[in-house]
């Protein structure tokens, strides 16, 4: 079992840049795909970012070029820097993670963004 714990979430103005952290209970986060998605109370869950045990990433449109999603192998960290932040990024994030090969997601609990105009 993986636990996640998000951090970093606020409150800022548009243009300003978060980092998301989210650290995990297993030892090692390199076996671990994992991903960062976002939700609000007019959207469904949103995949953000995701990131497989190989490196590859991958990025909704909306964040292409802005965000940037990173891993600690050291520390079984995983990261969300968002740069350029617009108010349509404000939403809860969460954290995910599962083993390569399995379809059994852990989440973390989410942290809040708030971009204000």
């Known amino acids: 079992q993986v636990q996640l714990v998000e951090s970093g979430g606020g409150v800022v103005q548009a243009g300003d840049s978060l980092r998301l952290s989210c650290a995990a209970s297993?030892?090692?986060?390199?076996?671990?795909?994992v991903a960062w998605y976002r939700q609000t109370p007019e959207k469904e869950r949103e995949l953000v970012a995701s990131?497989?045990?190989?490196?590859?990433?991958m990025y909704v449109e909306s964040v292409k070029g802005r965000f940037t999603i990173s891993r600690d192998n050291a520390k079984s960290t995983i990261y969300l820097q968002m740069n350029s932040l617009k108010p349509e990024d404000t939403a809860v994030y969460f954290c995910?993670?599962?083993?390569?090969?399995?379809?059994?997601?852990?989440w973390g609990q989410g942290t809040r963004v708030t971009v204000s105009p």
């Open positions: 297993e030892r090692s986060v390199t076996n671990l795909r």
């Open positions: 990131l497989t045990s190989s490196g590859s990433t």
């Open positions: 995910a993670a599962l083993y390569t090969g399995s379809t059994y997601i852990y």
